[in-house]
């Protein structure tokens, strides 16, 4: 069974940063895509980051510049580096694993920033 566990949110200020992981299990991490969603109070799931198996990254135009995806092989874990937050950053943040037998979510953590 594939599972997903996010850790690292928490509440800050405007400016501060933030580092996410995801651990995850029970799939071969290492050939499956990553990723790194968020949804704000009201509004729906949005594509925050990305990184392929070979490392290559994607960002949504908001977190370029400020925010970092990596990823560890060895330890079947993503990351999610927050840099310069900004109060609409706050959401709650999910990793999603895509899988061949399909997407897997974590439970998300709450990231709040405040101004």
């Known amino acids: 069974q594939v599972q997903l566990v996010e850790s690292g949110g928490g509440l800050l200020q405007a400016g501060g940063s933030l580092r996410l992981s995801c651990a995850t299990s029970?799939?071969?991490?290492?050939?499956?895509?990553m990723g790194w969603y968020r949804q704000a109070p009201g509004k729906q799931r949005e594509l925050v980051a990305t990184?392929?198996?070979?490392?290559?990254?994607r960002y949504t135009d908001s977190v370029k510049g400020r925010f970092t995806i990596s990823r560890d092989d060895a330890k079947n874990t993503v990351y999610l580096q927050m840099n310069s937050l900004k109060p609409e950053d706050t959401a709650v943040y999910y990793c999603?694993?895509?899988?061949?037998?399909?997407?897997?979510w974590g439970q998300g953590t709450q990231v709040t920033v405040s101004s």
């Open positions: 990184i392929t198996s070979g490392g290559c990254t």
């Open positions: 029970g799939s071969i991490f290492s050939i499956n895509a």
């Open positions: 999603n694993e895509k899988a061949v037998q399909g997407d897997y």
